[in-house]
Structures are given as C-alpha cells and as structure tokens.
C-alpha cells in the first residue's frame, strides 16, 4: 500500500510513490487553498492546518485504502475515494464543493433544496462557520486513491446555521 502523509507532505520519497506521481497529487497547501476557496466565496475565514487532524487523517485514509469500504470514522469528516490516477487531491476536494449547487443556507439539517443534508454535507462541513482546522490524509491501494479530512470543531450540527 501507497501512503502519502499531509501532515508531513506528498513529496516523501521513502514511501516509494514515484516523483512524477507525488507531483500530480498536489500538496498540504493545495487541499488547504482549495477548502478556503470555497469559504472565501461565501465570506468565511480561512481554516489553518492542523497536524494531529492531519495525523488522525491518514490513518483513517491509511484503513479505508486497505479495506475499500468507504466509511466515516466519526462526525466532522469528509471522504472521497477515485480510481487510482484519476484525480489530483484539489480535484478530489472539488467533489465536495460541487455539493453547493444543491446547498441552502438554512438551520441544519434543512440546508439542502433536495430536502436531504446528506446531499451537501461536504460541503457544508468545509464552509461551516465555527470549524476553524483542517487536517488531510491520502492513502492510496489496490488501484484507488483515497482522501480523508477531518475538520475541527466539527461542523453539520443540529439546530445551527451553517455561515
């Protein structure tokens, strides 16, 4: 199994991923840059980096590359899971934010205008007002590639407004 630590960054070459392949993924800054695209678009602060997010992330990331079973490990994280070579990290984060084509700016959980939160509740989770960390890991196995962030504090909480 490939792995590839945000906390620390994808360019480590010990892991064994080729350059050209670390290059092609993107980086910390990039899954950063991308998340605080979408807050600035609704006016929201930028989140920073968290490492022991990041640390938490890719084990998770590390387990569900092994296992192929894409699920959550707790509240206030984002997954996606591509075929392997497919998406750039960025790309893979994009995913979530295509979610706002759908989102609403309600109470939670009616944030969605196809009446289920669990349609934007990515994108939610990047642009809820209170979280203020994030931290990635990617993991990549058996020909797919997965990306897991965990976001502090957690966002999509009963009863609040997401921004």
Same mark, same amino acid.
């Given at each position: ?9 994808? *360019? ?6 080729? /350059?050209?392949? !670390?290059?092609? #993924? ?7 840059? /991308?998340?605080?695209? +979408? @807050? ?8 920073? =980096?968290s490492g022991p997010l990041a640390v938490q992330a890719q !084990? =998770?990331?590390?387990? #569900?590359a092994e296992t192929g079973v894409l699920q959550h490990s707790?509240?206030? !994280?984002?997954?996606?899971? /591509? ?8 790309? #893979? %984060?994009?995913? =979530?934010? @295509? ?17 289920? =939160?669990?349609?934007?509740?990515? +994108?939610? !989770? ?9 931290? *990635?890991?990617? /993991?990549?196995?058996?020909? @797919?590639? %997965?990306?897991? *962030?965990?976001?502090?504090? %957690? ?5 609040? @407004?997401? +921004?």
């Open positions: 199994m490939k792995t590839l630590s945000l906390a620390i960054a994808f *360019c480590i070459l010990s892991l064994g991923v080729p /350059a050209q392949a !670390q290059e092609d #993924l993107g980086t910390p800054a990039d899954v950063l840059a /991308a998340h605080n695209a +979408y @807050r600035a678009s609704v006016g929201l602060p930028p989140l920073r =980096w !084990q =998770w990331a590390d387990h #569900l707790g509240s206030g !994280q984002n997954l996606a899971m /591509a075929e392997d070579g497919t998406q750039t990290v960025t790309q #893979l %984060v994009d995913l =979530w934010g @295509r979610e706002q084509a759908d989102f609403t700016d309600g109470i939670f959980p009616s944030i969605s205008t196809t009446g289920n =939160w669990m349609d934007v509740g990515h +994108y939610s !989770q990047m642009v809820w007002r209170a979280t203020t960390a994030v931290g *990635c890991g990617f /993991a990549e196995n058996y020909g @797919r590639e %997965v990306l897991v *962030c965990d976001y502090s504090p %957690v966002g999509n909480v009963m009863g609040e @407004r997401a +921004y």
